[in-house]
């Protein structure tokens, strides 16, 4: 569609009661800016910078000489006068103009370039390639007051090719100065983004409700006198719910949306963390009860949050946002043990449930005013960011039937099953034994225990972020996602086996700590891996993907916290770690085979 700029002015009536628009000269005005109305059709208000007019082109009347005004004309057209003579492009090259990529913009310096007032309202007023431009078509331009003064305002030839709107586009570009320029800053952030920083802050609360036991289960089991035995079936009875939902969360969140799932899960484990100290009172059998409610809740976390990802996020910017989702798992714990202690010191253990699950619902407040399931869905994205979104080849439309035979028939999925196994494998060894390692072998202290926990998942934090901008800085520069994938997890495989197999030959405590937090480093780079690898894979499948794969990381948890005890019953931490290491090493032979980046699922 061809586009024209006019300038008017805050008195335009007055401007066009002469009956022609202007006589063009070039010249340099002592009122630089220009007012325009898109296409010809009168839409006063918005500044366009006089960049649009370089060479300057400022056109003048005899009854508004102090005013400086504007117009920028595609030559393949040109202007309609009122007799309905056009300005042709051999015509243009002879006036004063502009030239961008093909179009000249211009205006005569005769009296060829009036246009009466009559042609200002008119529903055809430019012509373009393929007809009359209609009145639906025009460029839609934001309000603002003009003020004349003596400064200049420029515009890039970017932004004034982005003018143009396609044919048969429905979306307008917004003209700079509009009230985006003046809209504050947090209306201006990418509502993408927004929906990212909620997740990260579901994931924060996640681990801060689920690590808070770890601590209250202290003086817990001192009040109510239970032993070793009651409370690792305390601890485990968490993973009998969070076992149930991996898959049901996948299914409901691709069936019916990632934001009604994720905020029924924060609700549920919101509800059922402040209930904790009510059926602990009631007795064992209720608390068990309630911590398996717990892992319901949370149980469908992760499939929603990637579900939700896999609509709202381009490709090439898939790493980053799961990295910063995932770190708030790891600020999570880190939060859940640095605060958990002052609260029971100063408060009681119950403190410790109402207050963080009490944080629930200010996020879920949040969550129902800001979140949409799809980009689709929502009436206040803009359209540049909806076009980014779509052009990053979103999901399609929720899910009616799931071809489960068709899923489980690909390698690539099995090499994520898999290796979420290996990887979760080492890292729940490391998470769940760690504080015990440090007390038997590095001789801590309790005290000293628990604050070197703090430093893996700090860690994690940092080097998940790290990890997620390499690998979007990667594909931005061309390298395929398949390569990508495969390299961030080799090191999330690679980089614990090598620093697990140092921890025998290290002399001092704090080389020991160094291998441990270099260990789980470099295990955050699987964020960029495997973690993202679902939705490269299968984007409409995204939650039962990560459901699959992650009912395989949860048992491999259970049943490898299981087996250390039982190795270190018979053997050396040595041995443990050995396990650990053969289990990373399958874990990048299966990846490196089977997987891909490419979409096998439609």
């Known amino acids: 569609m061809a586009i024209g700029a006019l300038i008017s002015n805050r008195n335009f009536g007055a401007f066009v009661g002469s009956g022609k628009l202007c006589q063009a000269e070039r010249g340099t005005s002592p009122h630089g800016g220009c007012r325009v109305a898109m296409s010809m059709a009168l839409f006063p208000g918005s500044i366009l910078h006089s960049n649009l007019c370089r060479p300057r082109t400022y056109l003048h009347t005899s009854d508004y000489s102090s005013r400086a005004f504007c117009v920028a004309v595609p030559f393949d057209r040109g202007i309609t006068r009122s007799a309905g003579t056009l300005i042709d492009e051999s015509h243009c090259s002879t006036l004063t103009q502009y030239r961008s990529r093909g179009r000249c913009y211009c205006c005569t310096s005769s009296s060829s370039c009036h246009v009466s007032q009559s042609r200002l309202h008119a529903p055809q007023v430019l012509g373009a390639k393929n007809g009359p431009v209609r009145q639906s078509e025009l460029v839609k331009v934001n309000r603002t007051r003009a003020h004349y003064k003596s400064e200049e305002y420029e515009i890039s030839e970017a932004r004034l090719e982005a003018l143009t709107v396609p044919e048969g586009s429905s979306d307008a570009p917004l003209v700079e100065g509009s009230a985006q320029e003046t809209s504050p800053w947090w209306e201006q952030f990418p509502k993408r983004w927004v929906i990212v920083l909620l997740c990260f802050a579901a994931f924060l609360l996640c681990n801060m409700d689920r690590v808070n036991m770890s601590i209250a289960i202290l003086p817990m089991s001192q009040e109510f006198g239970w032993n070793s035995a009651t409370v690792g079936l305390i601890q485990s009875s968490f993973f009998w719910g969070y076992l149930l939902t991996q898959i049901v969360g996948g299914i409901w969140a691709d069936k019916i949306g990632g934001k009604l799932v994720l905020g029924f899960g924060v609700v549920w484990w919101s509800v059922a963390t402040v209930l904790t100290p009510i059926a602990a009172k009631l007795g064992l059998p209720f608390l068990l009860v309630m911590r398996a409610f717990m892992g319901i809740g949370e149980g469908v976390a992760m499939p929603a949050m990637n579900n939700l990802l896999s609509k709202w996020i381009p490709v090439s910017e898939r790493s980053r946002s799961l990295a910063l989702v995932y770190s708030g798992m790891y600020l999570g714990s880190v939060a859940g043990l640095a605060f958990s202690p002052i609260l029971i010191h100063k408060c009681g253990w119950p403190s410790v449930f109402y207050l963080f699950g009490s944080l629930g619902s200010i996020w879920f407040a949040l969550w129902l005013r800001k979140a949409y399931s799809s980009p689709k869905e929502d009436p206040g994205l803009t359209a540049n960011e909806k076009r980014l979104i779509l052009s990053g080849g979103m999901s399609k439309e929720p899910l009616s039937v799931i071809p489960w035979k068709l899923i489980l028939s690909k390698p690539p999925v099995w090499a994520l099953i898999i290796s979420h196994f290996c990887h979760n494998w080492g890292t729940f060894i490391l998470l769940t034994w760690m504080p015990t390692y440090y007390n038997q072998v590095l001789k801590f202290n309790l005290t000293e225990s628990g604050l070197f ?20 800085t990667l594909v931005s520069k061309g390298v395929s996602i398949t390569n990508v994938r495969k390299i961030m997890q080799s090191i999330g495989f690679l980089g614990p086996a090598f620093f697990l197999t140092q921890l025998s030959h290290v002399k001092t405590p704090a080389l020991a700590v ?89």
């Open 453 to 472: 926990c703090v430093l893996p998942w700090l860690t994690m934090a940092i080097f998940a972020n790290i990890g997620g901008w390499i690998a979007d």
């Open 514 to 602: 160094l291998c441990m937090a270099c260990s789980q480093g470099s295990d955050a780079f699987s964020q960029s891996g495997l973690y993202s690898n679902h939705q490269d894979i299968g984007p409409r499948y995204a939650g039962i993907l990560l459901g699959l794969s992650n009912t395989a990381g949860v048992l491999a948890g259970v049943f490898g916290t299981a087996a250390t005890g039982y190795i270190l019953q018979r053997g050396s931490w040595d041995d443990v770690f050995k396990v650990a290491v053969v289990l990373y090493l399958i874990g990048t032979l299966v990846w490196n085979l089977f997987s891909t980046g490419e979409k096998i699922l439609d």
